[in-house]
């Protein structure tokens, strides 16, 4: 009788050769039906037409057990479709698609942004000193140096982009409400929730003293002149200048920072002032950090928000905390154990995002900047620095910045 040694079964069929000695093992057992031969002590498959179909279709239930075992599906929540726009959720599709990414800003929506408050409370009672309070302390110690900047204009508007829970720009509300200079109060964010929030504590601390606008703005695109344009054409346009705030280094947890200064840019005037905060790039910063956690470590609400609502469940992969020193970023990144497809639906019709196993997927990024690169970083975005100071303990940095004038183009 023919018969196949186990390493020509193992090469027909693409299966290893304890899969060919199960085989063997659970016919013996009455498990399969194959016919055998034995010669002595040594069994082997024989090999007939109904042997080879047998296999066969052995060969495709393991394929199916195995794709179903490594192969996950997930599909996004109700809450999802309800949370996000259609034009959000092609952004969200695109960057998983083709930069194995997640925008950060998508993760202050809904119960994200109370998670975002919550930290930031916590971060406020601190003790040790932080981004948020050092801001805080900052934008205090250069009250004296915005007046002057702000001389000659009897009416202010603040526009505070990205204002998280407006407690970074209270004492300048304060100092200007006294002043009698405030003339708007403009909050401008991806999040309704977020704005929603930073309303609720303008309207506890101020009162009526200070109207609250809200304006839902991806600022990774979307410019904010049309909501300035009526006070740049007013009669009292030339007693009205903007004071534009990126507090608490917002731009650095995206792809390209740049493309944020440039948009905010271009929706200011020649006499407009930009302030930023950040804490630069030094040896202390890095030591700060521990950029070698666990693979068993977990995320936090900050950064799950979106995964949860993709229904991507914690078993699929292991969360990764680490520092890029070549491209100077740190990041909180997950890499998968299977291969997962993650399947979008509209109104009857799919767009599925096919992810690998060992594909790491971006959730959360910080470019590391020194101060002096912070600047460059500004200028090159069409700003000129105007003033710049660092805290006591030189971990923090505030600059104040104007629309450059300067150019040689067309001359």
């Not at 504590?201 to 344009?229: L, M």
């Not at 905010?264 to 630069?280: H, R």
């Not at 009857?348 to 690998?356: C, D, I, M, P, Y």
């Not at 594909?359 to 975005?381: P, T």
Request: proline residues 3%; contains cysteine.
């Amino acid at each position: 009788m023919l018969y196949f040694k186990h390493t020509e079964l193992s090469e027909k069929f693409k299966v290893s050769i304890s899969t060919v000695h199960n085989w063997i093992a659970l016919t013996k057992e009455g498990k399969l039906d194959l016919q055998l031969h034995e010669e002595g002590k040594v069994i082997r498959i024989a090999n007939t037409p109904a042997n080879l179909l047998k296999i066969e279709e052995l060969v495709e239930q393991n394929k199916k057990f195995r794709n179903v075992r490594y192969h996950k599906v997930a599909e996004p929540t109700k809450e999802f479709y309800e949370l996000y726009t259609r034009k959000q959720i092609l952004d969200i599709i695109t960057n998983l698609d083709t930069h194995r990414e997640i925008p950060r800003q998508y993760n202050y929506f809904d119960e994200g942004a109370v998670n975002w408050d919550q930290y930031s409370q916590n971060r406020w009672t601190e003790e040790a000193p932080n981004l948020l309070k050092s801001t805080v302390e900052l934008m205090g110690s250069n009250m004296a140096a915005l007046d002057k900047l702000l001389q000659g204009h009897s009416q202010v508007n603040v526009i505070d982009i990205g204002p998280g829970n407006a407690l970074p720009v209270k004492e300048l509300l304060e100092h200007l409400v006294e002043s009698g200079t405030l003339h708007r109060y403009i909050a401008i964010d991806i999040s309704e929730e977020m704005l929603h929030i930073a309303k609720r504590n303008i309207k506890e601390w101020f009162g009526e003293k200070v109207k609250f606008e809200g304006y839902v703005r991806d600022i990774t695109y979307e410019r904010f002149d049309d909501i300035i344009v009526d006070d740049m054409l007013d009669k009292c346009a030339d007693q009205t200048i903007n004071l534009a705030l990126l507090l608490g280094a917002t731009p650095m947890n995206f792809r390209a920072p740049k493309d944020i200064l440039k948009s905010i840019c271009g929706s200011l005037g020649k006499n407009d002032l930009l302030v930023y905060t950040d804490k630069p790039d030094s040896e202390a910063e890095r030591r700060s950090f521990n950029f070698n956690q666990p693979a068993t470590a977990s995320l936090s609400p900050n950064h799950r928000f979106i995964f949860d609502l993709l229904n991507i469940d914690d078993s699929l992969y292991d969360v990764e905390m680490g520092f890029n020193d070549q491209k100077k970023v740190r990041y909180i990144q997950v890499r998968l154990k299977v291969n997962l497809t993650i399947r979008f639906s509209f109104n009857g019709s799919e767009r599925n995002v096919n992810l690998k196993k060992g594909d790491a997927i971006l959730l959360w990024r910080v470019w590391h900047m020194s101060a002096l690169e912070i600047i460059s970083c500004f200028e090159e975005a069409g700003f000129g620095l105007l003033q710049s100071s660092l805290t006591k303990d030189r971990e923090y940095i505030l600059t104040i910045s104007g629309v450059d004038t300067n150019s040689d183009i067309g001359v």
